[in-house]
């Protein structure tokens, strides 16, 4: 889907809530509304918007479909790396899934079921947000060994593998790669692990030659019922990744970035604990959000 389309279908105002759809309700994520359809499961990315693991009380007006797209634009140039959870001609399924619904069908993704893994896969090209403090507090980024006297927002020399907990409550937990394989068993975490890194390299090619600097992003993997891991949930989004400006990039502070950082900046200047409730947007920060969005969205979709 083009730029400008998509641009065009941006609701008003943060679509929260989801109409009653004629499906089995299967359950709510931070930010997605998921529906059983027998084989499959219908996922609709609403506009709530979660930091800290917290969903705030307002939305960003169309983040579920700058998100849903820009995850489509990369399940189609992941393929080769790895298949991904969308049924096949995922498209026309969809269209007659939603027939009576058309406004749903650019925030809904149509998948397989499939078993989950347990971790979230992610990988660091370079040192920022919870990576860098941790640095500054152990001199090592969740355990493994970095350069001495590196500064914030630089490029490792080599992409780590930082793995994390997927917790469906509260806050995701550091492993370490030990705790990884032992969690996954040797051959899922060696498929998980190259996998995690092919995948961001194929990121970080791509959005370099959008002008963006892919600084870190997560990943997360499923089993089908033959046992073969497949790629599911959202791929290479603002919300799952760090994005950049190249033509801004400058190490040795923070960067403006194409993500909820923003929002996240924000919050850390209220008086907050990251507990619910979490404070309301103002209008202006839900306006900047959603004009970084759009920036992602806009430089990886047109040619």
Same mark, same amino acid.
């Given at each position: 889907?083009?730029?400008?389309?998509?641009?065009?279908?941006?609701?008003?105002?943060?679509?929260?809530?989801?109409?009653?759809?004629?499906?089995?309700?299967?359950?709510?994520?931070?930010?997605?509304?998921?529906?059983?359809?027998?084989?499959?499961?219908?996922?609709?990315?609403?506009?709530?918007?979660?930091?800290?693991?917290?969903?705030?009380?307002?939305?960003?007006?169309?983040?579920?479909?700058?998100?849903?797209?820009?995850?489509?634009?990369?399940?189609?140039?992941?393929?080769?790396?790895?298949?991904?959870?969308?049924?096949?001609?995922?498209?026309?399924?969809?269209?007659?899934?939603?027939?009576?619904?058309?406004?749903?069908?650019?925030?809904?993704?149509?998948?397989?079921?499939?078993?989950?893994?347990?971790?979230?896969?992610?990988?660091?090209?370079?040192?920022?947000?919870?990576?860098?403090?941790?640095?500054?507090?152990?001199?090592?980024?969740?355990?493994?060994?970095?350069?001495?006297?590196?500064?914030?927002?630089?490029?490792?020399?080599?992409?780590?593998?930082?793995?994390?907990?997927?917790?469906?409550?509260?806050?995701?937990?550091?492993?370490?790669?030990?705790?990884?394989? %032992?969690?996954?068993?040797?051959?899922?975490? $060696?498929? #998980?692990? &190259?996998? *995690?890194? /092919?995948? !961001?390299?194929?990121?970080? @090619?791509?959005?370099?030659?959008?002008?963006?600097?892919?600084?870190?992003?997560?990943?997360?993997?499923?089993?089908?019922?033959?046992?073969?891991?497949?790629?599911?949930?959202?791929?290479?989004?603002?919300?799952?990744?760090?994005?950049?400006?190249?033509?801004?990039?400058?190490?040795?502070?923070?960067?403006?970035?194409?993500?909820?950082?923003?929002?996240?900046?924000?919050?850390?200047?209220?008086?907050?604990?990251? %507990?619910?409730?979490?404070?309301?947007?103002? $209008?202006? #920060?839900? &306006?900047? *959000?959603? /004009?970084? !969005?759009?920036?992602?969205? @806009?430089?990886?979709?047109?040619?």
């Amino acid at each position: 889907m083009k730029f400008e389309t998509i641009k065009d279908q941006l609701p008003a105002e943060a679509v929260l809530q989801i109409s009653k759809l004629p499906y089995t309700f299967h359950g709510s994520g931070k930010v997605r509304e998921i529906y059983d359809l027998g084989e499959n499961l219908l996922i609709i990315a609403t506009d709530r918007l979660s930091a800290f693991d917290v969903i705030l009380p307002n939305g960003i007006p169309g983040k579920g479909i700058i998100l849903t797209q820009i995850s489509l634009f990369w399940f189609e140039r992941s393929r080769e790396i790895m298949g991904n959870h969308l049924v096949e001609n995922h498209h026309q399924a969809l269209q007659e899934t939603l027939v009576n619904h058309p406004d749903l069908i650019p925030r809904s993704m149509l998948v397989k079921k499939l078993d989950p893994l347990p971790v979230e896969a992610v990988v660091r090209g370079y040192i920022s947000g919870s990576g860098w403090k941790d640095y500054k507090k152990t001199g090592k980024v969740f355990g493994q060994d970095v350069p001495e006297n590196l500064v914030e927002s630089q490029k490792f020399p080599d992409a780590l593998f930082t793995p994390t907990t997927k917790a469906q409550t509260g806050h995701d937990e550091p492993l370490t790669l030990e705790e990884c394989e %032992s969690l996954l068993g040797k051959d899922i975490y $060696d498929k #998980v692990l &190259q996998t *995690s890194f /092919d995948l !961001y390299n194929l990121g970080a @090619e791509i959005a370099d030659k959008t002008n963006l600097v892919l600084a870190d992003t997560k990943f997360e993997f499923g089993k089908d019922k033959n046992g073969e891991l497949v790629l599911i949930d959202e791929v290479l989004t603002p919300d799952s990744s760090r994005y950049w400006p190249k033509e801004d990039y400058e190490p040795g502070g923070s960067q403006q970035a194409f993500d909820k950082q923003y929002v996240r900046d924000y919050l850390e200047q209220q008086d907050w604990d990251k %507990s619910a409730p979490a404070p309301t947007l103002p $209008d202006e #920060v839900v &306006q900047m *959000s959603l /004009d970084r !969005y759009l920036a992602a969205l @806009e430089r990886l979709l047109k040619p």
